[in-house]
T-cell receptor, first 113, second 115 residues
Framework: GDSVTQTEGQVALSEEDFLTIHCNYS??????LFWYVQYPGEGPQFLFR?????EKGSSRGFEATYDKGTTSFHLRKASVQESDSAVYYC????????????FGTGTKLQVVP | GPKVLQIPSHQIIDMGQMVTLNCDPV?????FYWYKQILGQQMEFLVN????????KSKLFKDQFSVERPDGSYFTLKIQPTALEDSAVYFC?????????????FGAGTRLSVL
């Protein structure tokens, strides 16, 4: 079945560092890919999505490009801030059922001033 | 932005008892979901619901689980009877369209502790 892999469980950065969180997927066709962010005490919040090869999604300075060739949707931000500290989830629309999203294990980002 | 409310935020219950988790989805949304997250693990799909019926359920959605949304009130997840392995955070979500393509709006979760 479909799956999403996030290789980094935790990432620690200083303010103004460049961020990359890796997301790779396994699915047939062109599933929609999503990034969500979860702050402490809250549920995941939608960041952005992409559904076609080479499509770029972006929001709040974060961006990711759908890459069918490498089956990836890596999250990047040029300059992180302390307020970006949160858990980031990559998700994909399940191609078998077509009715829900599968989530990765999440990456906890901690940014220190 | 749109808000999904979950009540209660934390529920402690003895094994074997019944529990109902309540979700107030975004008002104009038509599709509803429950996800389960055991501490330190990934969020797993349980079930989704549309037009009064379950559309899809995962293998985690045991026979002891049921969902309903009577007359547009709360979307509920009922577990009867509860087991120790049901301890987790349960997230409710809603969307305007099918969940594989559309944004999911999540509540803050209900932490269920089964003793």
């Amino acid at each position: 079945g479909d799956s999403v892999t996030q290789t980094e469980g935790q990432v620690a950065l200083s303010e103004e560092d460049f961020l990359t969180i890796h997301c790779n997927y396994s699915a047939s066709g062109y599933p929609a890919l999503f990034w969500y962010v979860q702050y402490p005490g809250e549920g995941p919040q939608f960041l952005f999505r992409a559904s076609r090869d080479k499509e770029k999604g972006s929001s709040r300075g974060f961006e990711a490009t759908y890459d069918k060739g490498t089956t990836s949707f890596h999250l990047r931000k040029a300059s992180v801030q302390e307020s970006d500290s949160a858990v980031y989830y990559c998700a994909l629309g399940d191609s078998n059922s077509g009715t829900y999203q599968r989530f990765g294990t999440g990456t906890k980002l901690q940014v220190v001033p | 932005g749109p808000k999904v409310l979950q009540i209660p935020s934390h529920q402690i219950i003895d094994m074997g008892q019944m529990v109902t988790l309540n979700c107030d989805p975004v008002s104009n949304h038509l599709y509803f979901y429950w996800y389960k997250q055991i501490l330190g693990q990934q969020m797993e799909f349980l079930v989704n619901f549309y037009n009064g019926k379950v559309m899809e359920k995962s293998k985690l959605f045991k026979d002891q689980f049921s969902v309903e949304r009577p007359d547009g009130s709360y979307f509920t997840l009922k577990i009867q009877p509860t087991a120790l392995e049901d301890s987790a955070v349960y997230f409710c979500a809603s969307s305007t369209g099918l969940g594989d393509q559309n944004t999911l709006y999540f509540g803050a979760g209900t932490r269920l502790s089964v003793l």
